[in-house]
């Protein structure tokens, strides 16, 4: 009976992976106004609560239709509270089962919904502002508009504005560190 016997082969080592040249990667801790956080939670609620303000307040008096900047205010600020409603649905569904929302595709989407929200609550905050002082200060036609609402609405706009810049830029921050 022939049998072969076993041969030794010499083995080479395998390649060096970035961990071991540069040591394990440490995830960056969760840094509250993140996704998944109670801070993120509570500015996602901030954003909503502002935003909801300023639509009311504005939609509550009868000539916002009048110019389109309030008009556009009610559009943007309506899309911001949809937004924001569903991304502290978002973290507070990643603070009941405690899992960290660090994904990338999932940061990519809050920074890009974020980025483009925000950009549309502060051009149409700016343009009704811009109209607000036209009606108040250039025209003296306060008595026949709706002057105070006009102007809470557009603070309310931009006090949620103001609310969604930390968000975006922790997200923006967050992405480019990956």
Same mark, same amino acid.
């Given at each position: 009976? #022939? *049998? @072969?016997?076993? +041969?030794?082969?010499?083995?080479?080592?395998?390649?060096?992976?970035e961990a071991?040249?540069?040591?394990?990667?440490?995830?960056?801790?969760?840094?509250?106004?993140?996704?998944?956080?109670k801070g993120g939670l509570f500015l996602r609620l901030?954003?909503?609560?502002?935003?909801?303000? #300023? *639509? @009311?307040?504005? +939609?509550t008096t009868s000539d916002f239709r009048s110019a389109t900047a309030f008009s556009y205010l009610v559009l943007a600020v309506g899309l911001q509270s949809l937004w924001s409603l569903s991304l502290a649905f978002v973290d507070i569904y990643a603070l009941l089962v405690k899992r960290s929302l660090r994904n990338y595709r999932?940061?990519?989407l809050f920074t890009i919904g974020d980025g483009i929200t925000s950009t549309l609550t502060f051009a149409a905050?700016?343009?009704?502002?811009?109209?607000?002082?036209?009606?108040?200060n250039d025209l003296d036609k306060c008595a026949l508009n709706h002057c105070t609402g006009f102007e809470t609405a557009?603070?309310?706009?931009?006090?949620s504005w103001f609310a969604i810049s930390p968000s975006f830029?922790?997200?923006?921050?967050?992405?480019?560190?990956h």
């Open positions: 009976m #022939s *049998v @072969s016997r076993p +041969a030794v082969h010499p083995v080479e080592a395998p390649p060096l992976t071991a040249v540069h040591g394990p990667r440490v995830r960056m801790k969760d840094v509250q106004g993140m996704p998944g956080t901030s954003q909503f609560v502002f935003a909801i303000i #300023s *639509v @009311s307040v504005m +939609a999932a940061i990519r905050a700016c343009a009704s502002a811009g109209i607000t002082v036209l009606i108040g557009t603070a309310m706009a931009f006090i830029l922790m997200n923006f921050w967050s992405l480019a560190s």
